[in-house]
């Protein structure tokens, strides 16, 4: 069993890996997305709850706390902002700072997505 600290450093060693497996598999899906058809979705990762915000020491700042409205909390982290298809594959994702609402967020960030084939 790995402790959590060996997990941590693997894991950090095999990010960029991720990151290029998931962009393969997105221009993938995009392509084989002929209707082009895709729903756009954000949810919160909190970095800590809102009472340990002052010992929170990976992000500053009060751009990074949010709020959810599905659970009438507040959060302190980040956003992220997933494009999938209609079958529900992932093809593009963005992190934001929790503060940013859907649509701010969406203006800093441009998507590529191919023309539907008739």
Not at 28 to 46: C, G, M, Q, R
Not at 48 to 76: M, P, T, V
Not at 78 to 94: A, D, N, R, S
Request: charged fraction near 25%; include cysteine.
């Amino acid at each position: 069993m790995l402790s959590k600290s060996r997990f941590n450093r693997r894991f950090h060693r095999v990010a960029d890996l991720f990151l290029i497996l998931f962009s393969l598999l997105g221009e993938t899906w995009k392509e084989l997305n002929t209707h082009s058809l895709y729903v756009l979705d954000s949810f919160p990762i909190a970095a800590c709850d809102n009472y340990r915000i002052c010992r929170c020491h990976l992000y500053r700042g009060e751009e990074w706390r949010g709020y959810q409205a599905s659970k009438k909390r507040f959060f302190y982290g980040l956003k992220i902002h997933l494009m999938i298809t209609e079958h529900g594959q992932p093809v593009e994702f963005f992190l934001s700072p929790g503060s940013y609402s859907d649509t701010s967020a969406l203006k800093a960030y441009f998507l590529t997505c191919p023309k539907a084939q008739r």
